[in-house]
């Protein structure tokens, strides 16, 4: 009531407020105005910490909300999910059981029941290609065969490194594949070196682009451009070979030392997809993807190859190899 006294007589008059009145008005003021105070405060507080709580908690939702988008309706049957886990498991397990199998030979270990040695009349073949490694091949085709139509309006990018990663698997895994089978896959021996060109070149040409005319990570597309390259070194001598017809007259220990190398780089290509997969939805960043997609899986072929290179000793020196084309030159 003194309140609203107070304000239609200082409408009124300005000037003539009596002094209780004014305490009164002071008093209420004051009070309102620490009122206003502590609620901008607590708001100001709760707003802090509700931003600090969505600061932490969108990344993570945002992450996991983006993993679980990859386990999709638009793959049917999640074969191009469940084929690419256990090919990723398997593959890796067939390839650490050949290291193991080379440090055994090596060093006096233990070698697993699967190798065995076949003697010819000139040479002793050892063989350990297993049924898990053929198992694992199959898995690794599926995966990528089914994971065409989950590119359907997904941008250009996308689809063109799903076929440009399965145009390099298929050259892959037919090399390996005539390695293992003798003369099945026979009749496409004359195309072999073309076949194996193709996909380099399409590499190239769009790491040019991705390079020179896209905002990507410069050290990530280098490393891959450079990476896959190096591809290279085992797929034009392996497709030489075949095309020459000079499969039976290679190096001893060569061939099993191939089968081993084309099924690592197949396992590379996939696992590497998968990471590009994640880093384009954010789920890795460029340091990750470098680091667990493409540096130490690699590490991984190359401790492989260097056993194998040691156990089988097709070479005598590092001359020996650079001289044969890596065993191409019979």
Known sequence: ILNMQATTQLACNPLSLNPEYSRCLKLTGKRSRRGMTAFLRGS???????????????????????????WTRADKYHAHAISGGLYSLLGFD??????RNDYGAIFGGEISSVT?????????????????ASISVALATVCALSGIPLTKNKGWRKQELSYRSIAFQMVMTWQLCRLISGDALAPFDAIALYGCMLPFV??????????????????SVLLVWLGV????????????VIQNGDIASVREGLLPMWEHSLFGLIW????????ASLK???????IAFRKWFL????????????????????????????????GALV
């Not at 399409?202 to 050290?219: E, F, P």
């Not at 190096?230 to 392996?238: H, I």
């Not at 384009?280 to 460029?286: C, I, L």
């Open 229 to 240: 390259l190096l591809f290279g070194l085992q797929l034009v001598p392996t497709a030489l």
């Open 44 to 70: 100001s507080n709760e707003e802090a910490s509700t931003s600090s709580e969505d600061t932490d908690s969108a990344p993570k939702d945002s992450i996991q909300s983006k993993a679980k988008r990859m």
């Open 202 to 219: 399409w590499h190239t040409i769009t790491y040019v682009y991705v390079l020179l005319l896209t905002g990507d990570d410069k050290r």
């Open 280 to 286: 384009a939805r954010n789920v890795v960043d460029d």
């Open 295 to 326: 540096i130490r899986p690699s590490a991984l072929w190359m401790l492989m190859y260097v056993l194998d290179t040691t156990r089988y000793h097709p070479f005598s020196s590092v001359g020996d190899y650079v001289s044969s084309a890596a």
């Open 116 to 132: 065995t040695t076949t003697t010819t009349t000139t040479t002793a073949i050892v063989e350990d290609w297993s049924a898990m």
């Open 268 to 275: 590379l290509l996939n696992w590497s997809t998968f990471g």
């Open 94 to 99: 067939v390839m650490y059981e050949w290291c």
